[in-house]
């Protein structure tokens, strides 16, 4: 890894075409300083980036049905039921205890229970 002598940045590598030949030269981004590669030059691998359309995560419904939560036996206020899946949240501060939450498997009625 090489820097510019006259700003400090690194140089990357890059091609410069002679006709037919080709050679490697480091080049400064910042102030265009370039020189010739004197030895085996490392390739430093480049950050990808993606669009905002591909960093959205797209669930289908199939993967909606998958319920991965735990599931507790205790009766739903609404249907009976006396399956639910549980998850706790830190609602008040964090000296107090969290609050319990509840979700029917059968009608996804969901309730709580404070500690």
Request: net charge positive.
């Amino acid at each position: 890894m090489e820097f510019c002598p006259k700003c400090g940045m690194r140089l990357t590598p890059a091609k410069k075409k002679k006709g037919k030949k080709s050679t490697l030269i480091l080049s400064c981004p910042k102030c265009s300083y370039k020189k010739p590669a004197a030895g085996p030059v490392v390739a430093v691998a480049k950050t990808i980036e993606h669009s905002p359309q591909e960093l959205i995560a797209v669930i289908g419904r199939e993967e909606q049905k998958l319920r991965t939560l735990p599931t507790v036996k205790i009766e739903c206020p609404k249907c009976g039921n006396r399956v639910a899946y549980v998850w706790q949240v830190q609602t008040r501060g964090s000296d107090e205890s969290s609050t319990q939450f509840f979700r029917c498997t059968k009608c996804n009625y969901t309730f709580r229970e404070y500690s």
